[in-house]
């Protein structure tokens, strides 16, 4: 499958690697020295739990033309980085596109699209169930089997078949989703009041596994945020984390704690930029459903960023 990972970021990388290994005909879209270290060392990938690194050959562009066609394009970057490439991707002749990342307003990023684009665009959302950060020269990669969970704003992935026969040959698991937005609204609020929290510390996880207020504060603002889901509306999804907040708040204060106390949680990056981005997608939520957050809010100041 002739395809383009657009965006050569942690995720991007692993995934382009994924495709790779499964016998497609993969190209990355990197822009500056990351074209160049792609170009000159390959795609080098450090697995964190497999202890292995992995190089591959690939090729890079750094611009799309509109009349390149692939058969399918995964769109892999930040939540606010999409706004920019939306015009690219409806100038260019391919049709098959999967936007991986955060998304809490995927319908609003469907419909620019859409109107943007000269010809007929079949658009779906995904997001990674993997972590990671950049090193210098190489990307580190944390993951168990590697898995995304996928589907389009209205009924099912028009070209679901395709997808299905360029992981085919992978380890890779695809798990198709009835209501792709309500799965990418319910994701931001439990990884938000993580994040802000990690900000918060500076980026010290450890420091926070050992900050009994603020780990209590993550789990409070997350009982606030699926509160403005649910007045809106929508049933949170996967159920279990509601569960896990309402009912569960011992263990999942003591999973926080561990986790955080691990290092792992210092492998998986985080981005301001995003997080302000993110944050302001929940305020437009916590608006239209009128109602209030203090902990999320006081989270959200003394993160520092917001
Ligand atoms: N990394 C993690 O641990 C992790 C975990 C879970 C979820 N996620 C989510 O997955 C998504 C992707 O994350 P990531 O960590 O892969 O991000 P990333 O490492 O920042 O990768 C994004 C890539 O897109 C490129 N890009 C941005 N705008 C571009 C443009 N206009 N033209 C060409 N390239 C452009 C960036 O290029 P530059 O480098 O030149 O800016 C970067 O290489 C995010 O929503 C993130 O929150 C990440």
Redesign the pocket.
């Known amino acids: 499958m002739k395809t383009l990972v657009?965006?050569?970021?942690?995720?991007?990388?692993y995934l382009a690697h994924v495709l790779i290994r499964g016998g497609n005909d993969v190209t990355m879209?990197?822009?500056?020295s990351?074209a160049e270290e792609l170009k000159q060392g390959g795609l080098v990938i450090r697995h964190y739990f497999q202890l292995k690194t992995t190089t591959d050959k690939v090729k890079v562009i750094s611009t799309l033309a509109p009349e390149e066609h692939y058969d399918l394009i995964f769109v892999?970057?930040?939540?606010n980085?999409f706004p920019?490439?939306l015009p690219?991707l409806a100038a260019n002749a391919s049709s098959n596109i999967i936007l991986?990342?955060?998304?809490p307003e995927a319908h609003d990023t469907q419909r620019i699209l859409e109107e943007l684009s000269g010809n007929k665009k079949n658009i779906a959302f995904g997001?990674?169930?993997?972590?990671?950060?950049?090193e210098k020269d190489r990307?580190i990669c944390?993951r168990a089997g590697g898995q995304m969970v996928l589907g389009a704003l209205g009924g099912a992935v028009p070209f679901q078949d395709m997808l299905v026969r360029s992981f085919a040959h992978t380890q890779y698991k695809l798990s198709f989703l009835e209501d792709m937005d309500t799965w990418l609204k319910s994701h931001i609020i439990t990884?938000l009041p993580m994040n802000l929290a990690t900000f918060a510390v500076k980026g010290d996880v450890k420091k926070l596994a050992r900050n009994k207020k603020l780990l209590q504060q993550i789990i409070t603002a997350m009982d606030e945020g699926f509160s403005v889901l649910e007045k809106l509306g929508y049933s949170v999804v996967p159920k279990g984390q509601v569960k896990a907040v309402r009912s569960y708040r011992k263990l999942t204060y003591m999973f926080l704690k561990l986790y955080h106390s691990l290092p792992v949680a210092r492998?998986?990056?985080?981005?301001a930029q995003?997080l302000v981005a993110l944050n302001s997608a929940f305020d437009r939520l916590k608006q239209q459903a009128g109602i209030a957050t203090p902990v999320w809010d006081e989270l959200a100041d003394r993160s520092g960023e917001i």
């Open positions: 657009y965006g050569a970021g942690v995720l991007g990388s879209l990197a822009r500056g990351r892999v970057m930040k939540c980085d920019a490439v690219v991986v990342g955060n998304n997001f990674q169930l993997s972590g990671g950060r950049r990307m944390v990884i492998m998986v990056a985080g981005s995003e």
